[in-house]
């Protein structure tokens, strides 16, 4: 059966009812609620703005696990790939932006915390936060979706499709957690080794685009193959629209990953200069005060009991 023409309204107008992602998506957002609202009960404060990157966040994942875009990602080459930088780019920088491990560590109990503290040191944490590994497992996921029978494997298989979701997500996850640095890590990165590292990983998406948009054949060829789709572009025009979103997006979102480190290090340095500040200044209060001490009074003594009066 031919599927309607896919437009801006499909986005709304043909959800796709994906139980796993519901339940986790509102797993996640009721589990970061309740550490808001434990924190308050502690008299501490959370910072409303990661509340709301946080939320937003999960709002991403749902655009793109159950709205449209997930009817059509199978469909439209071109509307994967808006998915990819959905779950794979956009999302995880907003989830990261909202510190969920701080949340869960300033709102857990201390055997929790502990529990928490412990795993986060565990040596499979520390090997999956290497720079190298994390940079690796980053850029290779982008080519080897494409570039392998995975991805055909994963239009045709329902299962193969959402552990390809789950990719998306944690890698991207993995990355903006290290990079962005408001969470807690086994290896913990400078700034400049932090803006370095997205540096590092800036061009891959546009290399996947131009390599995407560049070639001749199909990818997935067999299966859109046998898509009914009358209306649209041909796929191999698709194809190359596709890669046109992830160099372009892809690139979009890696130049707002450097502005927010770049300003979280500006910020850093404003810190270090007002301590720093702070340390060399003369404590003029304390001295002065102990001046005062050592001073005898200049005020008169007061006569010895029945001398002077009359």
Same mark, same amino acid.
């Given at each position: 059966?031919e599927?309607p023409p896919?437009? !801006?309204?499909?986005v709304? @107008?043909?959800?796709v009812?994906?139980?796993?992602a519901v339940?986790?998506i509102i797993g +996640?957002?009721?589990?970061y =609620?309740? +550490?808001? =609202?434990?924190?308050?009960r502690?008299?501490?404060?959370w910072n409303?703005?990661r509340t709301?990157s946080?939320?937003?966040?999960l709002?991403? =994942? !749902?655009?793109g696990t159950?709205?449209g875009?997930?009817a059509?990602?199978t469909v439209?080459f071109?509307v994967?790939?808006?998915q990819h930088?959905? /779950?794979?780019m956009?999302?995880p920088i907003?989830? @990261?932006?909202?510190?969920? =491990?701080?949340l869960a560590?300033q709102?857990s109990?201390?055997p929790?915390?502990?529990n928490?503290?412990?795993a986060?040191?565990?040596?499979?944490v520390?090997?999956?936060?290497h720079?190298?590994?994390v940079?690796?497992?980053y850029?290779g996921?982008?080519?080897?979706?494409?570039?392998s029978?995975l991805?055909?494997?994963?239009?045709?298989n329902?299962v193969?499709h959402a552990?390809?979701?789950?990719?998306y997500?944690s890698?991207?996850?993995l990355?903006?957690w290290l990079?962005? +640095?408001?969470? %807690?890590?086994t290896?913990?990165?400078s700034? %400049?080794a932090?803006?370095?590292?997205?540096l590092?990983?800036?061009?891959?998406? !546009?290399m996947?685009?131009?390599a995407i948009?560049?070639?001749?054949?199909l990818?997935?060829g067999?299966w859109?193959?046998?898509?009914e789709?009358?209306w649209? !572009?041909s %796929?191999?025009?698709d194809?190359?629209?596709g890669? +046109?979103?992830?160099w372009?997006a892809g690139?979009m979102?890696g130049?707002?990953a450097v502005g927010?480190?770049?300003t979280q290090w500006l910020?850093?340095?404003?810190?270090? @200069?007002?301590? /720093?500040?702070r340390?060399e200044q %003369?404590p003029?209060?304390?001295?002065?005060?102990?001046?005062?001490?050592?001073?005898?009074s200049?005020?008169?003594p007061?006569?010895?009991?029945?001398v002077?009066?009359?």
């Amino acid at each position: 059966m031919e599927p309607p023409p896919f437009s !801006a309204a499909s986005v709304v @107008a043909d959800p796709v009812l994906d139980v796993t992602a519901v339940l986790l998506i509102i797993g +996640g957002g009721a589990g970061y =609620v309740s +550490g808001v =609202v434990r924190l308050r009960r502690k008299g501490r404060r959370w910072n409303p703005w990661r509340t709301a990157s946080f939320s937003v966040g999960l709002a991403v =994942v !749902a655009l793109g696990t159950v709205s449209g875009i997930a009817a059509y990602d199978t469909v439209l080459f071109s509307v994967h790939t808006v998915q990819h930088v959905l /779950l794979g780019m956009m999302a995880p920088i907003l989830v @990261a932006l909202g510190a969920p =491990v701080t949340l869960a560590l300033q709102a857990s109990s201390r055997p929790t915390q502990g529990n928490i503290l412990h795993a986060l040191h565990s040596r499979p944490v520390a090997y999956l936060t290497h720079p190298v590994v994390v940079l690796a497992v980053y850029v290779g996921m982008q080519f080897v979706v494409y570039f392998s029978p995975l991805f055909e494997l994963a239009l045709g298989n329902d299962v193969v499709h959402a552990w390809l979701h789950v990719v998306y997500i944690s890698a991207g996850l993995l990355f903006c957690w290290l990079v962005l +640095g408001l969470d %807690p890590t086994t290896t913990r990165l400078s700034h %400049p080794a932090r803006l370095g590292l997205l540096l590092l990983a800036m061009p891959v998406h !546009a290399m996947l685009g131009v390599a995407i948009m560049s070639r001749a054949s199909l990818l997935g060829g067999a299966w859109y193959a046998t898509v009914e789709r009358s209306w649209g !572009a041909s %796929p191999l025009s698709d194809q190359r629209t596709g890669g +046109g979103i992830l160099w372009v997006a892809g690139t979009m979102l890696g130049f707002l990953a450097v502005g927010i480190v770049l300003t979280q290090w500006l910020r850093h340095e404003e810190r270090q @200069a007002i301590r /720093l500040d702070r340390a060399e200044q %003369p404590p003029d209060e304390p001295v002065r005060l102990g001046r005062a001490a050592e001073q005898p009074s200049r005020r008169p003594p007061s006569p010895p009991e029945g001398v002077g009066r009359p």
